[in-house]
């Protein structure tokens, strides 16, 4: 597996959780193209030179916003819808009435999460999916609270359709169990809140383990994630639209 280097990080004033995914390598040679997909988590700590830096520097066109619409009430829809950029609202969670699919006992509860946000909102999967290929120029941000979960789900499919082998995209998801600790106290200073015992933060934190199940799930019921993709309404034409948009011809 090749090392997850720094310099995929992003740094912002309003940011914890911030990275490009370009630079991750590809099955078969290459590299995902830098400066076409991000992550993050929420937006609305950013401050008017981070938004001028997305805007201008990294050229972002584009958000898909996870989150639910009570999570929108109550944190806003950030700095980047204010400032104009094209935001899609693409919750992976219903309002209500949401029921967790069954999954072997020894299985982390969380992948029983990441099923449900592929039950419960396809469409919203494939659409975030879609969008990210469709765009001819321009970075894509993708986030949701903190950009670990929702996001981790979105961008793990994006990188497994394009080619990223299943090791590198489990090191990519997990490696925002390193900023959990930052987003608590961005969250808990802006609150005035008290930093939650290190147990509880912990518990927040990504394991590579369960990306790793949640993906071997995909590969048993629907032949991976691209199966499942293409069965829930991915044409071919946009999966190879997508492979060529993360594609970078110059890593070769």
């Not at 099955?27 to 981070?50: A, H, I, M, Q, Y």
């Not at 916003?65 to 944190?75: F, G, P, W, Y």
Request: charged share 30%; proline share 5%; hydrophobic share 40%.
């Amino acid at each position: 597996m090749t090392d997850l280097v720094p310099d995929r990080w992003l740094t912002f004033d309003g940011l914890a959780n911030a990275r490009d995914v370009g630079g991750l390598p590809l099955t078969g040679g290459g590299r995902v193209r830098p400066g076409v997909l991000l992550r993050t988590e929420s937006l609305e700590g950013l401050t008017p030179g981070d938004v001028a830096r997305l805007t201008g520097d990294l050229g972002v066109v584009q958000v898909l916003d996870l989150r639910k619409d009570e999570e929108l009430l109550v944190h806003g829809a950030g700095a980047l819808h204010a400032a104009g950029v094209t935001v899609h609202r693409l919750s992976f969670i219903p309002e209500s009435g949401r029921g967790l699919p069954e999954i072997d006992g020894d299985t982390d509860p969380m992948v029983a999460h990441y099923l449900a946000y592929l039950g419960d909102r396809s469409d919203n999967v494939v659409d975030g999916v879609r969008r990210i290929a469709a765009l001819d120029d321009g970075a894509t941000v993708v986030h949701c609270a903190a950009g670990k979960d929702r996001t981790g789900v979105l961008v793990a499919l994006a990188l497994s359709a394009a080619g990223v082998p299943r090791d590198e995209v489990v090191a990519d998801y997990a490696l925002s169990a390193s900023r959990i600790e930052a987003l608590f106290r961005r969250w808990t200073t802006a609150s005035g809140d008290p930093m939650p015992a290190a147990e509880e933060v912990d518990r927040h934190r990504p394991r590579a383990k369960v990306m790793d199940a949640f993906l071997g799930l995909l590969d048993e019921r629907y032949d991976g994630p691209v199966g499942w993709l293409r069965e829930h309404g991915l044409t071919d034409d946009e999966l190879a639209r997508l492979r060529s948009r993360l594609r970078d011809e110059d890593a070769f």
